[in-house]
């Protein structure tokens, strides 16, 4: 039997929503050594002028001697219940970013047709998840300790994109974070946004990449939307981008100059943006075929 217990934010969600879910014990040891499992789920802002007050949040606490497929089966179904109930759709993903978890939370996404996305786009949840350890487990006498979801990946070696996706050429761009966040009113093929941080200057600029293509900006923008574009990274003078669970992709090789001017405004992102960039797909200056939105914290 699983608990009637769970907690959810309540407002009315626009459709085609997507939920992002972990399922696993935390990090934090209760001083009587056990660790605390739970189900926590939450769904992902669908453009840059979206709250976190607009989501849908879920937890239920899971039982030691529980954890398997049937209970994460049956409490999945709650939380779509009590997702409808509040006037939430159905979401049409599930991402989760536990490599050891995938297969479990696989069979329980396809029971209810919902399509499983094993993603490290884990955005929302990740700030959820940290407070959660700031405020929750503390409160019931968890020892909090930070959890990254970057961090439990290795750095495998990166692929070189494909001849047919690398575009004619590239550039380094910057926009404003206030234009950025404001990009769900534009008219782009492919778009994955997220939410402006209201704790930074508008004004602040934002690093990202654009590819530019003229014949087939619209075909790349399509194979980059599937592969969840998760941050862009610089390591031994590659640009790379990190993508879905742990798939690493070399965009470029750098010199050390430019290498060392790249590196020093994803950090600067990270002080003053929350670890916000971007990658664009163009075919001109005057349109995106495709915009992505990233953090790396």
Same mark, same amino acid.
């Given at each position: ?55 849908? +949040? ?25 997702? +409808?109930?509040?006037?939430? @759709?159905?979401?049409?993903?599930? +991402? ?20 499983? @996305?094993?993603?490290? +786009? ?29 961090? @439990? ?117 990270? @002080? ?26």
């Amino acid at each position: 039997m699983i608990p009637p217990y769970h907690k959810t934010t309540i407002k009315t969600a626009p459709p085609n929503i997507d939920w992002e879910l972990d399922f696993y014990s935390r990090s934090s040891i209760h001083i009587n050594g056990k660790k605390k499992w739970e189900l926590i789920i939450c769904s992902t802002p669908l453009s840059s002028d979206s709250s976190s007050k607009s989501c849908f +949040r879920w937890e239920m606490p899971c039982p030691t001697n529980s954890v398997n497929s049937l209970w994460l089966k049956a409490a999945l179904g709650q939380a779509l219940t009590s997702a +409808r109930r509040q006037g939430f @759709v159905s979401p049409r993903r599930i +991402r989760s970013w536990r490599s050891s978890m995938r297969t479990m939370v696989q069979r329980a996404a396809e029971y209810f047709d919902v399509e499983f @996305v094993p993603s490290r +786009r884990c955005y929302a949840l990740t700030e959820w998840m940290e407070e959660r350890e700031k405020y929750v487990y503390s409160a019931l006498n968890y020892s909090a300790k930070n959890e990254s979801i970057g961090s @439990v990946y290795n750095e495998l070696p990166a692929i070189p994109l494909p001849t047919a996706v690398r575009g004619d050429s590239w550039s380094w761009a910057s926009l404003p974070i206030d234009v950025l966040c404001n990009a769900y009113k534009w008219d782009i093929s492919f778009a994955s946004l997220l939410p402006s941080p209201t704790t930074v200057n508008k004004n602040t600029l934002v690093p990202g990449i654009c590819l530019l293509s003229n014949e087939r900006a619209l075909a790349i923008a399509a194979w980059i939307e599937g592969l969840e574009p998760v941050r862009l990274k610089i390591f031994n003078n590659k640009l790379i981008l990190e993508a879905g669970l742990e798939d690493r992709w070399l965009l470029t090789d750098l010199s050390d100059e430019e290498a060392g001017i790249a590196e020093a405004a994803f950090n600067e992102s990270s @002080v003053n943006a929350f670890g916000l960039q971007f990658l664009a797909v163009q075919k001109d200056i005057s349109h995106f075929d495709g915009l992505w939105m990233m953090r790396d914290r």
